[in-house]
C-alpha cells in the first residue's frame, strides 16, 4: 500500500509486481495490524520509532 501510494498511476502495477517477484509477501489480517499498532505505539513513547515498511 505504502508504495503503491507513492508511483505515479503509470508504473504503479509495474513497480508492485517487481517487489513481489523479489521479496516475500505476507498478508497481514486484523489481528496483526492491532499488534503491529500497539507496538508501534509503546516504541514511540519510549523514543524508539520503527520503520513503517519492512
Known amino acids: ?7 505515479e498511476n503509470k508504473r504503479r502495477l509495474e513497480v508492485l509486481k517487481t517487489l513481489e517477484d523479489m ?8 489481528k496483526v495490524a492491532v499488534e503491529y499498532t500497539e507496538l508501534y505505539y509503546r516504541l514511540r513513547e519510549k523514543g524508539r ?6
Open 23 to 30: 521479496f516475500k509477501v505476507y498478508l497481514v489480517d486484523g
Open 49 to 54: 520509532l520503527i520503520v513503517d515498511l519492512i
Open 1 to 7: 500500500m505504502e508504495v503503491g501510494r507513492v508511483i
